[in-house]
């Protein structure tokens, strides 16, 4: 069970780099672009939500829980509760939502 979690913690930590440097490469973020970044982030992963407005909303709610103090380990059952995803796949799309919407929740993902 520990090692299930390390292996999505690390997945998230990826991840949330990966849409940190994507991010960082862009001239100037717009909203659309920020979101096409998070879309493409987890379709090449293999996720494919049921349309992109439902996974930038599902995006923004995990913001939200860590804002309200949740854990990533909560947080990454919640996604995978919601969306019907596998925990390997909700803890990728944690860290995407945390590399692109919410980065300042990154020490979350790197402490994991």
């Known amino acids: 069970m520990l090692n299930r979690f390390l292996t999505f913690f690390g997945i998230a930590a990826i991840a949330t780099g990966l849409c940190q440097a994507a991010l960082a490469g862009a001239p100037t973020a717009s909203a659309s672009s920020v979101d096409d970044v998070f879309i493409t982030a987890i379709t090449k992963q293999g996720i494919e939500p049921p349309s992109s407005k439902e996974a930038i909303s599902t995006a923004h709610n995990v913001c939200a829980m860590l804002d309200d103090g949740a854990g990533l380990a909560d947080t990454i059952d919640a996604v995978a509760e919601h969306t019907?995803?596998?925990?390997?796949?909700?803890?990728?799309?944690?860290?995407?939502?945390?590399?692109?919407?919410?980065?300042?929740?990154?020490?979350?993902?790197?402490?994991?």
Do not use: T
């Open 84 to 112: 019907g995803l596998q925990a390997f796949d909700a803890g990728y799309f944690v860290g995407v939502s945390i590399g692109v919407y919410c980065p300042e929740h990154a020490d979350l993902v790197e402490e994991a």
